[in-house]
């Protein structure tokens, strides 16, 4: 079965600062991996994703598969992004998400 | 182009009774999904709806169906509820395949 696992509930860190957000996974296969972000009052959307690559707002996410992890990562935090974090895989064909708990963000001024 | 519609965005039943939730896919989008998200939880796959056809089902009892329209627009009934039912439900719809999944504003749903 797959597993989303997100360690942190809640992460404090202070503008500037890096900031590291956790992610683990099981699947067996080869999922696709995902981070979603849900800022306060909006709905919740995709940051990035690992086949792309890219780098949004400054944050990376790498994928290893040796350790199961995906975690997200900036090197220096702004306060615009506290915000709620998901991590979320894919299985097989589809888009059929599995998400992790979420990690609740807050960039202190 | 329009963006992922749900309605109504907070509703209140009560227990044994039956729901219908709507969501309005993005233009273009023919791929529906459907999850639940309790209070401090992540999203729960509850099930997908491609051109009309349940294209996928997560962990969730009989009691939960679902319908996609033509115009891939979409309802999720539940049946019976249960206080447990109490959640935000969220619809995203996207191009089929792995793409990008864009996500409604959720429907609150409270069993009283």
């Known amino acids: 079965a797959q597993r989303v696992t997100q360690p942190e509930k809640l992460l404090s860190v202070f503008k500037g600062a890096p900031v590291e957000l956790k992610c683990n996974y099981s699947y067996s296969g080869s999922p696709e991996l995902f981070w979603y972000v849900q800022y306060s009052r909006q709905r919740l959307q995709l940051l990035l994703r690992h086949i792309s690559r890219e780098s949004i707002k400054g944050f990376t996410a790498d994928l290893n598969k040796g350790e199961t992890s995906f975690h997200l990562k900036k090197p220096f935090a702004q306060e615009e992004d506290s915000a709620m974090y998901y991590c979320a895989l894919i299985r097989g064909t589809g888009n059929q998400f599995y998400f992790g708990t979420g990690t609740s963000l807050t960039v202190i001024p | 182009e329009t963006g992922v519609t749900q309605s109504p965005t907070h509703l209140i039943k009560t227990r044994g009774q039956q729901v219908t939730l709507r969501c309005s896919s993005q233009?273009?989008?023919?791929?529906v999904s459907w999850y639940q998200q309790a209070l401090g939880q992540g999203p729960q796959f509850i099930f997908q709806y491609y051109r009309e056809e349940e294209n996928g089902r997560g962990n969730f009892p009989p009691r939960f169906s679902g319908l996609q329209f033509p115009n891939y627009s979409s309802e999720l009934n539940v049946n019976a509820l249960e206080l447990d039912d109490s959640a935000l439900y969220l619809c995203?719809?996207?191009?089929?395949?792995?793409?990008?999944?864009?996500f409604g504003q959720g429907t609150r749903l409270t069993v009283v």
């Open positions: 995203a719809s996207s191009l089929g395949g792995k793409t990008e999944a864009f």
């Open positions: 233009s273009g989008h023919n791929t």
